[in-house]
Nanobody, 117 residues
Framework: QVQVVESGGGLVQPGGSLRLSCVASGFTSSMYAMGWYRQAPGKQRESVAMISSGGTTNYADSVKGRFTISRDNAKNTVYLQMNSLKAEDTAVYFC???????????WGQGTQVTVSS
């Protein structure tokens, strides 16, 4: 069964850090571009970061310089290191494989990130 499981979210103070993990199963993540997305309450899901199968990365302007996406192909896992977190980073974070620049239609449960003092 093809699925991804996100983890690593939590409550953190502004300026803090978290590392999210996305474990893929049922497919070889290294063969795909993988992306992290987030959805805040009342807002549409938005792209945060992506990493190509070759390791090229791209980031939303809002997270550039603060977030880093990486992958461990041996573990079939993609990570999102988030530093200098802000209240506006509060959202449910999802990962997904991508095709032609778009995420696949099936999504995991996501992991909640709350940035608050």
């Amino acid at each position: 069964q093809v699925q991804v499981v996100e983890s690593g979210g939590g409550l953190v103070q502004p300026g803090g850090s978290l590392r999210l993990s996305c474990v893929a199963s049922g497919f070889t993540s290294s063969m795909y571009a993988m992306g992290w997305y987030r959805q805040a309450p009342g807002k549409q899901r938005e792209s945060v970061a992506m990493i190509s199968s070759g390791g090229t990365t791209n980031y939303a302007d809002s997270v550039k310089g603060r977030f880093t996406i990486s992958r461990d192909n041996a573990k079939n896992t993609v990570y999102l290191q988030m530093n200098s977190l802000k209240a506006e980073d509060t959202a449910v974070y999802f990962c997904n494989r991508m095709s032609l620049g778009r995420p696949y239609p099936n999504w995991g449960q996501g992991t909640q990130v709350t940035v608050s003092s």
